[in-house]
């Protein structure tokens, strides 16, 4: 079946420590995301790819880094410069990159829990 | 300002009511508008888009959009137990659809 997934589901870091989040999706999608969710809040956009080897910052990319060296994978790298990375992170793709056909429609995986010791 | 506004709820209401979730954005030159509906501890899933004034219905589901107002609302007829969930309302970013700006989310519980 098609979709996006995201492992690991559950991950424990201590501080000072980097951790890796993978997304992988076979629905031949052009555009990934990676969004930030903490309590009570919505989603927060780290990074966005529109096209392979070529990424944007969203609104709260400090202390994340990602790559797009293949069109179904999208890891996002939470660094040990990110000062609160406890959050709930999904990743999601949608149809449209550079040619502009969209609906609007984001395709989500399951998230990755990160919690900081 | 923020660029998209929902109340945060909880939004109580009896089984077989209608809900009303409310969203109003900031910026006027938006032209399409999303609700997606999230599960306590699961990713969003589409629910409704619409993109003209106007109403647009999808079963029990109604989106409502006033463009001069800048407020789009979700109307949920005959609510659900199961349709108790946190409800976003999404914008495309002014710079292109591929990007949303979400808001906060309507936490609706429906009761028995």
């Known amino acids: 079946d098609g979709g996006i997934t995201q492992s690991p589901k559950y991950l424990f870091r201590k501080e000072g420590q980097n951790v890796t989040l993978s997304c992988e999706q076979n629905?031949?999608?052009?555009?990934m995301y990676w969004y930030r969710q903490d309590p009570g809040q919505g989603l927060r956009l780290i990074y966005y790819?529109?096209?392979?080897?070529?990424?944007q910052k969203g609104d709260i990319a400090e202390g994340y880094s990602v790559s797009r060296e293949k069109k179904e994978s999208f890891p996002l790298t939470v660094t040990s410069a990110q000062k609160n990375p406890t959050a709930f992170y999904l990743c999601?793709?949608?149809?449209?990159?550079?040619?502009?056909?969209?609906?609007?429609?984001?395709?989500f995986g399951e998230g990755s829990r990160l919690t900081v010791l | 300002q923020k660029e998209v506004e929902q109340n945060s709820g909880p939004l109580s209401v009896p089984e077989g009511a209608i809900a009303s979730l409310n969203c109003t954005y900031s910026?006027?030159?938006?032209?399409?508008f999303f609700w997606y509906r999230q599960y306590s501890g699961k990713s969003p899933e589409l629910i409704m888009f619409?993109?003209?004034?106007g109403d647009k219905e999808d079963g029990r589901f109604t989106a409502q959009l006033n463009k001069a107002s800048q407020y789009v609302s979700l109307l949920i007829r005959d609510s659900q137990p199961s349709d108790s969930a946190t409800y976003l309302c999404?914008?495309?970013?002014?710079?292109?659809?591929?990007?949303?700006?979400f808001g906060a989310g309507t936490r609706l519980a429906v009761h028995p």
């Open positions: 999601a793709s949608s149809i449209g990159g550079l040619t502009g056909v969209n609906t609007g429609e984001l395709f």
């Open positions: 629905l031949n999608h052009d555009a």
């Open positions: 790819s529109q096209i392979v080897n070529d990424f």
């Open positions: 910026d006027r030159g938006s032209q399409s």
């Open positions: 619409i993109y003209s004034n």
């Open positions: 999404a914008v495309p970013w002014a710079g292109g659809y591929n990007k949303l700006i």
